[in-house]
């Protein structure tokens, strides 16, 4: 997986490309517009992290640039602003997602993991992971060819997971994630654990090795 | 009171005691003038009937004519007369009636005896022409007061006009809405100074609070930045091998410090939003459908309170911004259930026209006037305490009524649309 960064903060880039680097995918880096516009030009990239506040130019001028190129890179935009506007103008102008900071780094790689896959396999998205394969079209989960029937909490742990295998995830970023930053459930933490104890019942019990396990109290693994 | 009517009243008083006044004073210098003016007639006919006496030593023929009346008493031996003046009646024998008059009362010796002598005029003339000088100063006092009246509650009340549009514009005068001040058509050096300082005034203010307000935003953005990089860093960090369940939990303690400084954040960018007006994205929203979706939202935080809940709906819609109706309801639900007590009740009704949410929880009525304030929580809340802020901003933004009233161990808030 190819992915390029586009993001001025540096501490905030360095934490973003440890995170991703680690498995083996290849990630990019542009720390501001001008050199943003030349890899864009030059390469093809399987999804582009792009910071929207850029010290010598708007990000909105790269996804302007991408459409003008007919270039078909996934873009995730991340930015300060919460503001619906820029959410719409970016998403309008061919954006895939758009992720608020702060954010979990294990979000960042679910939300890019998933715009990859929607790019790459055409819409036919298929998760594989040892003996678990998941159709994304169907969102169908199977375990050694078996249906295990998952709760849509279930079935959204389960991606995102994956899409963090061998990452330690914590309960506040799982939290965000199943139930939306509306909600402050920040005392209530015990939800979550009711949702990985079924989860992990249900896999178990269809066959599948237990790979999550519970990390430093903080928060959760998964991985073989 | 009014400027004008103190005004006027300081005015017509003072006019009136000065006309009066001088009424007064012109009547007796005119009066005066007059008796002394009878009184010169009377002493050239004392001095004729003196010279007469003298020439032929006897008296001249007691007279009554022309206003005019001498009368002759002899006086006994030994009398005294003192000579005087004052005023009498005459009786005016033409008219055959009382008239007021005045006399001059003198002694005379003629073929050594003597005599009074009593001249009297009628002063009728003299006392109508100063009745008929009363009467017209009167009448001048009377029409200058009128004009006078007329005079200030027209031409003041229009004189005092921009004054009272810009009173009305200040009155109504909003720092968040964008009208400027107009400027008053009028040539009164004062009021287009008032003008002109009301409105550099308000410029300056607006400025500021711009100034603050962008600060704010500003703030709140580039806090941002920084707070992500205190949560990226985390994330890391807790990749690292072998933390100790220890460090885990302490780790965890600034993730939740983080969390809630991030919420902190966005709510007070939330707040400047909706305050400059920038969410404008107003969609018909059926709003019962909404509170069911909300509501199967929170259901299992509510399961987990092991909360009771009870929900009667009427179809309604209402012409705002989704994502602010959707904060709004936010709001109000979790606050009924962060601040519940454990098997306890909510209760949301929806009926003309209004939504109210009742829920279960301390037994004592929040102070009502400060929990709308900002930052206004009780030590045991977990929020940022602008929750109920941001929903009064947006009520205020559409013109909604938020009221909270503590009634049968309920905590009620309600909206009324």
């Known amino acids: 997986m190819k992915i390029l960064l586009i993001e001025d903060e540096e501490a905030l880039r360095d934490s973003i490309i440890t995170y991703f680097t680690e498995e083996g995918n290849i990630c990019e880096t542009a720390d501001d517009y001008a050199s943003a516009l030349t890899k864009i030009n030059l390469y093809n990239y399987d999804c582009i992290v792009l910071d929207l506040t850029l010290p010598d130019g708007d990000g909105m001028e790269i996804l302007r640039n991408l459409k003008n190129l007919h270039k078909n890179d996934g873009v995730l935009i991340i930015s300060a602003r919460h503001s619906l506007d820029d959410k719409l103008s970016g998403l309008n102008l061919g954006a895939d997602d758009y992720l608020v900071k702060p954010f979990h780094l294990s979000e960042l790689k679910a939300r890019v993991m998933a715009i990859v896959r929607r790019k790459s396999f055409d819409g036919n998205n298929f998760i594989v992971f040892h003996e678990i394969s998941i159709d994304g079209m169907a969102m169908k989960t199977m375990v050694n060819q078996q249906t295990v029937n998952l709760t849509k909490k279930e079935y959204d742990l389960l991606i995102y997971f994956i899409a963090n295998q061998n990452k330690v995830i914590t309960k506040s970023a799982l939290a965000e994630h199943l139930w939306g930053d509306e909600i402050d459930l920040s005392d209530h933490f015990d939800f979550i654990y009711t949702h990985i104890k079924n989860l992990r019942k249900k896999l178990v019990e269809a066959g599948c090795g237990d790979y999550i396990k519970s990390m430093y109290g903080v928060g959760y693994k998964f991985g073989a | ?417």
């Open chain 2, 1 to 417: 009171m009014k400027l004008a009517r103190k005004y006027n009243r300081v005015n017509l008083v003072t006019s009136l005691i000065i006309l009066v006044l001088s009424g007064a004073v012109y009547y007796f210098a005119i009066h005066y003038i007059l008796t002394s003016k009878l009184d010169n007639d009377l002493k050239i006919e004392e001095e004729e009937i003196v010279a007469s006496t003298r020439k032929y030593d006897k008296l001249p023929l007691p007279s009554d004519f022309k206003d005019q009346k001498v009368t002759y008493s002899e006086l006994k031996p030994g009398d005294t007369l003192e000579r005087h003046f004052g005023n009498t009646t005459y009786y005016n024998t033409d008219d055959r009636e009382s008239e007021p008059g005045r006399s001059l009362v003198t002694t005379i010796r003629a073929g050594a005896k003597d005599y009074s002598v009593t001249i009297t005029k009628s002063s009728l003339e003299a006392e109508d022409l100063i009745r008929f000088i009363f009467l017209i100063t009167l009448g001048v006092i009377v029409v200058l007061l009128v004009t006078l009246a007329i005079i200030n509650r027209f031409v003041l009340s229009s004189l005092w006009r921009p004054f009272y549009e810009t009173l009305k514009q200040l009155k109504a005068f909003n720092l968040a809405d964008k009208n400027e001040f107009s400027l008053q058509h009028t040539q009164i050096d004062e009021f287009v100074e008032l003008d002109q300082s009301v409105i550099a005034m308000s410029r300056r203010v607006r400025q500021d609070y711009k100034e603050l307000k962008s600060f704010t935003d500003n703030a709140s953005h580039e806090m941002m930045t920084p707070l992500a990089v205190i949560n990226s860093k985390l994330d890391t960090l807790i990749q690292t091998e072998a933390l100790s369940d220890r460090q885990g939990e302490l780790i965890e303690d600034v993730y939740l410090a983080v969390n809630r400084l991030t919420r902190l954040n966005q709510s007070l960018l939330l707040l400047a939003k909706i305050e400059n007006n920038l969410i404008k994205d107003e969609e018909d929203v059926i709003l019962d459908t909404l509170i069911v979706q909300k509501l199967r939202q929170f259901n299992e935080l509510m399961a987990a309170g092991n909360l009771h809940l009870i929900q009667e709906m009427e179809p309604q819609r209402l012409y705002m911004s989704k994502y602010l109706a959707d904060i709004m309801l936010n709001n109000l639900i979790s606050n009924a259930i962060r601040h519940n007590k454990p098997n306890g009740e909510i209760k949301v009704l929806l009926h003309s026209g209004k939504l109210s949410v009742a829920n279960t929880g301390v037994a004592k009525a929040l102070n009502s006037q400060r929990a709308f304030e900002r930052f206004y929580k009780d030590t045991s809340s977990e929020g940022t305490g602008l929750g109920l802020a941001i929903t009064t901003q947006i009520c205020n933004l559409y013109n909604f009524k938020l009221d909270y009233h503590y009634q049968g161990e309920r905590h009620v808030f309600s909206i009324t649309f």
